[in-house]
């Protein structure tokens, strides 16, 4: 019994919720990335370079075996990614309060101690 309490312990602790739901959020927000990015962007931004190269879609794009094109839209959804993150995190910081720093503490016991012995060392 107490290796069913020691992991419910830890199934429930708070790092543990969040991290689970932090994974779903995001594999529900990279569902919507690659979605933006293939819908989205890769008709806008690609559609004249595939047009050039008689292709439809980017993942037509391949020398040989080698699919690079299914490689550029993952590196394109990548970028997404970060800069979409890198904007959340920086807003969440922008929104948090800064909290005043506290005011200079005056001299402990120890140290008001130590500077009158200095101080009746100098005389």
């Given amino acids: 019994m107490g290796f069913l309490k020691e992991f419910k312990e830890f199934a429930m602790k708070g790092n543990v919720v969040d991290l689970a739901i ?32 008689n292709m439809e879609n980017i993942q037509d794009l391949k020398m040989g075996a ?3 094109g299914n490689f550029l839209s993952a590196i394109i959804s990548f970028a997404v990614i970060a800069l979409v993150l890198f904007l959340v995190v920086k807003g969440i910081n922008k929104m948090k309060k800064e909290e005043p720093a506290p005011p ?20």
Avoid: C, H, M, N
């Fill in 22 to 53: 932090g994974v779903i959020i995001g594999g529900a927000f990279g569902s919507i990335v690659k979605s933006f990015i293939d819908d989205v962007i890769t008709p806008l931004l690609l559609a004249p370079a595939l047009k050039a190269a």
């Fill in 66 to 68: 080698v699919k690079y």
């Fill in 104 to 123: 200079p503490a005056g001299p402990t016991p120890t140290e008001q101690l130590l500077a009158e012995i200095r101080d009746a060392l100098k005389k």
